[in-house]
């Protein structure tokens, strides 16, 4: 169980973010641009909300608006679960199941640190398993 700060830094630190009086069509470009599910919401360097994928298929698609004409605010997820950058990886996936989410804000104190997903997780758990098992196979045979 590593902290999650190790996991962050291994994405480099990107802090990807949209304006809360950005449009829908442009959350949707940057997350393409980005190649991520999630982006965070933020006003004067502070977080104020997530925008995701998940946000934009029930309150947009469904909800037959347009999303050019949509606020990034007017859908976004305001109540916002965050984890401190000591925070432990297992904990983070404890959490993330629990509360059903796939993406989870880091921060400290005040200050933005990045995002993690549930595959940035998975990913970390699936080497951490195949290590193990690697030096359980060099330790049986040596």
């Known amino acids: 169980m590593r902290p999650i ?8 630190g990107s802090v990807w973010s949209l304006n ?23 006003e004067g360097g502070k977080l104020i909300g997530v925008f ?10 469904l909800a037959g608006l347009s999303s050019k004409d949509t606020k990034v605010k007017d859908i976004m997820t305001s109540q916002v679960l965050t984890v ?17 989410i796939r993406h989870l804000p880091v921060v400290d104190g005040a ?23 690697s030096q359980l196979q060099t330790y049986i045979t040596s």
């Open 5 to 12: 700060l190790e996991l962050l830094e291994k994405h480099g």
């Open 20 to 42: 809360p009086e950005d449009s829908v069509y442009q959350a949707l470009e940057m997350l393409a641009e980005c190649n991520v599910g999630a982006l965070m919401v933020m």
């Open 52 to 61: 995701s994928e998940r946000d934009y298929t029930r309150k947009i698609a």
């Open 84 to 100: 401190g950058p000591k925070a432990n990886t297992q904990d983070c996936m404890a959490l993330m199941s629990q509360k059903k």
């Open 111 to 133: 200050k933005v640190l990045g995002m993690i997903s549930i595959r940035d997780l998975m990913d970390d758990i699936i080497k951490d398993h195949e290590q193990t098992i």
